[in-house]
C-alpha cells in the first residue's frame, strides 16, 4: 500500500515549511526512497522538486503512466535528459537557491547542473534531509511488523534444516526463498550466514565451509515489505555449546538488554550505546566491540538515526531502530544479537520475533 494524497500532502507540506529554515526558495530531492516516501513514486529513477508553490515529480518516458497512476500530490513531467528536463522546470522559475541531498548526487551530476544553471545556487543539505524519515506513522510501522514477521517465519522455518555438514551458503539460500515464499518483496540486505571463525567477521558473506558441531553459527537477515525493511541477528550454536561461548553470549545479551532498557523519547543515542558499551567494556571486552550499537530502519536498511558513541540523534517516539551489540573474536568466533525496535511513549516494543535467549540447535 502506498501513501495516499492526505500522506503525501501532509509530507510534502512539512518539507515545504522547513525551506525558510533551510535558507532555500526549494529542495531538488534526488534520493529514491525520499521521493517514495514523499509522493508514493516506485520507480527507480527520477528528481522531485518541492518549492513554497511548486512540487513537481520529474520522470523519463519509462515511468510517465506509472507516475500518473502512483502519485495524486504532484505534477508528473516528462524529460528525456535528466539535467536537462531540471533545466527546463527551473529556468524562468523565479527560483534563487535549490536545496539537494548531497549524498545522493554524484559530483558529475551537481557539475552538469552547476554548468546549466548559472546564477542558481545548489546549497547542500545533510542532516536536514536525512530527519524527514525518522519518525514513522501507523501505515510504516504495520509494514515493518509485516517485514519483521516474514523474517521470522523464514528463520523459524530453516532452523529444522541446520545440521552439521550443511553449507553456509545453502543456508543463506534456504532463508531467502522462504522470506519469499513468506511473502518478501525482496531481501534486505545481502543475507549473513557465518560459521566458526567466520562469525568473527561482522558482516562475513557465506560461502562454501560448511558448519561443524561447536560452532557459532550467526545469521543476519531481513526482508522488505511494501518497501519497508527489517533487520535482525539471531546467533546460536550447533551440538554443544562451550563454556567460554556461554560467558560471551550472556555478556552481549545482557548488554542488549540494557541498551533496551535505555531506549525512550528524549535520550541520546550515545547514551543508549553508552549502555549497551560500557557493560562489555567493564567485562573487558571492548576491544572487540568494534561498531555502533544500532541505526535507524526504514525505506532504507540503514538510515537515521544512529545509535553510535558519537551521535547527537534524540530518541523520538515512532523511531525505529536496531540494538544489536556484538563481540568478534578474531578467528574464533563472534556473537551478535540484534533487534529491531519502536520506540513508544514509555519505552520501546521489540518488533523482531527471535527468540534472544542462548540456543544449541542439535
Given at each position: 500500500m502506498l501513501p495516499d494524497a492526505m500522506v503525501s500532502s501532509k509530507r510534502i507540506l512539512r518539507i515545504r515549511s522547513g525551506l525558510a529554515r533551510f535558507h532555500v526558495d526549494a529542495i531538488l530531492f534526488?534520493?529514491?526512497k525520499n521521493i517514495r516516501y514523499l509522493t508514493g513514486f516506485t520507480g527507480s529513477d527520477g528528481a522531485l522538486l518541492i518549492g513554497r508553490k511548486e512540487q513537481i515529480l520529474m520522470v523519463d518516458g519509462r515511468y510517465t503512466n506509472q507516475a500518473k497512476r502512483e502519485v495524486e500530490d504532484a505534477e508528473v513531467f516528462e524529460y528525456r535528459e535528466k539535467v536537462d528536463g531540471i533545466e527546463t522546470i527551473l529556468t524562468g522559475s523565479g527560483l534563487k537557491s535549490i536545496g539537494f541531498e548531497p549524498a545522493a548526487m554524484n559530483v558529475q551530476t551537481y557539475l552538469k547542473l552547476k554548468e546549466k544553471m548559472k546564477g542558481l545556487a545548489l546549497v547542500p543539505l545533510s542532516s536536514e534531509i536525512s530527519a524527514i524519515r525518522t519518525v514513522k506513522d501507523e501505515m510504516e510501522i504495520a509494514h515493518m511488523k509485516k517485514s519483521s514477521d516474514i523474517s521470522f517465519q523464514a528463520m523459524?522455518?530453516?532452523?529444522?534444516?541446520?545440521?552439521?555438514?550443511?553449507?553456509?551458503?545453502?543456508?543463506?539460500?534456504?532463508?531467502?526463498f522462504r522470506m519469499g515464499r513468506f511473502g518478501a518483496e525482496q531481501i534486505a540486505?545481502?543475507?549473513?550466514?557465518?560459521?566458526?571463525?567466520?562469525?568473527?567477521?561482522?558482516?562475513?558473506?557465506?560461502?562454501?565451509?560448511?558448519?561443524?558441531?561447536?560452532?557459532?553459527?550467526?545469521?543476519d537477515c531481513g526482508a522488505v515489505f511494501q518497501g519497508y525493511h527489517s533487520d535482525e541477528t539471531w546467533t546460536f550454536v550447533i551440538g554443544n555449546g562451550q563454556d567460554r561461548q556461554k560467558e560471551v553470549y550472556a555478556v552481549v545479551k545482557e548488554a542488549h538488554d540494557r541498551a533496551l532498557e535505555a531506549v525512550k523519547p528524549g535520550v541520546l543515542c550515545r547514551e543508549v550505546d553508552r549502555a549497551a558499551r560500557s557493560f562489555i567494556e567493564n567485562k573487558t571486552l571492548g576491544k572487540y566491540f568494534s561498531h555502533a550499537t544500532g541505526h535507524g530502519v526504514g525505506l532504507d536498511v540503514h538510515e537515521a538515526p544512529r545509535i553510535a558513541s558519537t551521535s547527537e540523534h534524540v530518541l523520538e517516539t515512532g523511531m525505529v531502530v536496531t540494538i544489536e551489540p556484538g563481540v568478534y573474536i578474531p578467528n574464533l568466533w563472534g556473537i551478535r544479537i540484534e533487534d529491531m525496535v519502536l520506540v513508544k511513549e514509555e519505552g520501546c516494543e521489540v518488533l523482531t520475533r527471535m527468540p534472544k535467549d542462548f540456543k544449541v540447535l542439535n
Open positions: 534526488w534520493d529514491m523459524t522455518a530453516v532452523q529444522e534444516l541446520i545440521k552439521p555438514g550443511m553449507m553456509e551458503k545453502d543456508i543463506a539460500l534456504e532463508l531467502e540486505f545481502p543475507t549473513i550466514v557465518a560459521s566458526g571463525a567466520n562469525s568473527s567477521l561482522p558482516h562475513a558473506k557465506p560461502g562454501s565451509r560448511r558448519i561443524e558441531k561447536g560452532d557459532v553459527v550467526m545469521i
